[in-house]
């Protein structure tokens, strides 16, 4: 079922972490066995901020927590080295959790592939996200307790995108859950409610291009398809536009960039989307409860057509 929820204040920051979170923990009922937020937070634009996990999060009552911190140890280390070797700078590093890191990252180089490339021939290691404004921060649990976790109440920027996944097609790991970023590209992420019916047939054909896939949910798709047609020299909402044609299945789906934040509806229109829309903002989730979250007063809400894409800018 899952639950998916987006904002973007035009002209202005806000507190985003809270709003979001507030947003998704409204929409708890549709899926809390993983909570992912992509947050576009405000910074100076210098550096590149870089979200990895080295591992699962095994839970704090698992014998093998010792066990996997160690691995954990091992993995950072490596990944250390990768950096530097790739003529980056590490200008700040930050142990969230055992299995979870982020980075302030100084890199001259535009192409993120092959640096991300390199981070990720480490076993285990995944980039969530990377980006000069976008951190990608998911793991298990409701919107609450992952928001606790890593204290994203306190971010303050322009937008954000969320998701609350009840897992059905994979696994409940953090590898599966949303958003997921759209490599390797800076500052693009995506989540997604539905059901892709052609997703094996996509991904394979992706792969042959070279792009990459680091779990079997079928919403990942999504971000390397867009990813793909940007690659290719398509805008965003051109690519978006393509995906009604090339995806197959119901779906509804939010994309963000550094300074826009899309929507796009299959055209069977079968998944729920409601949507504000101001002068100063724009909020939209799976039910006018996510809404109302962060608008208790009277407003006005209205339901996307089927097969339509819309695109925001900050």
């Not at 937008?159 to 696994?171: L, N, V, Y």
């Not at 002068?279 to 057509?305: C, F, H, N």
């Amino acid at each position: 079922m899952c639950g998916i929820a987006g904002l973007i204040h035009r002209g202005k920051s806000s507190n985003v972490g809270k709003e979001l979170q507030g947003m998704l923990q409204a929409l708890k009922h549709r899926g809390e066995d993983s909570t992912g937020y992509a947050l576009y937070g405000d910074t100076d634009g210098k550096n590149f901020i870089m979200r990895l996990k080295v591992g699962e999060n095994v839970g704090e009552g698992s014998s093998s927590v010792m066990e996997e911190t160690s691995i954990y140890d091992e993995r950072v280390k490596i990944v250390n080295a990768h950096i530097l070797s790739m003529g980056a700078k590490i200008i700040k590093e930050e142990r969230i959790l055992p299995y979870s890191l982020r980075y302030e990252v100084s890199y001259k180089e535009n192409d993120l592939r092959e640096f991300s490339r390199k981070i990720e021939s480490v076993p285990g290691v995944e980039i969530l996200s990377m980006g000069k404004s976008l951190e990608v921060i998911k793991d298990l649990g409701n919107a609450k307790a992952v928001c606790d976790r890593y204290n994203l109440d306190k971010v303050v920027g322009t937008h954000g995108i969320g998701h609350g996944r009840m897992a059905t097609e994979s696994g409940v790991d953090i590898k599966s859950a949303h958003p997921f970023w759209g490599y390797p590209f800076s500052d693009v992420s995506v989540v997604h409610n539905g059901q892709l019916t052609n997703y094996w047939n996509n991904r394979r054909a992706l792969e042959n291009q070279g792009m990459r896939f680091m779990s079997e949910c079928d919403s990942e798709l999504i971000a390397v398809y867009i990813a793909q047609k940007m690659r290719e020299g398509a805008s965003l909402e051109e690519g978006m536009r393509d995906s009604l044609k090339g995806l197959d299945g119901v779906f509804t789906y939010f994309v963000a960039t550094k300074d826009s934040l899309g929507m796009a509806k299959d055209t069977m229109a079968a998944k729920p989307l409601v949507l504000y829309e101001s002068d100063d903002l724009v909020a939209m989730g799976s039910e006018e409860i996510a809404i109302r979250s962060i608008l208790p007063q009277e407003i006005d809400t209205y339901d996307p057509y089927d097969g339509e894409v819309k695109v925001w800018q900050i």
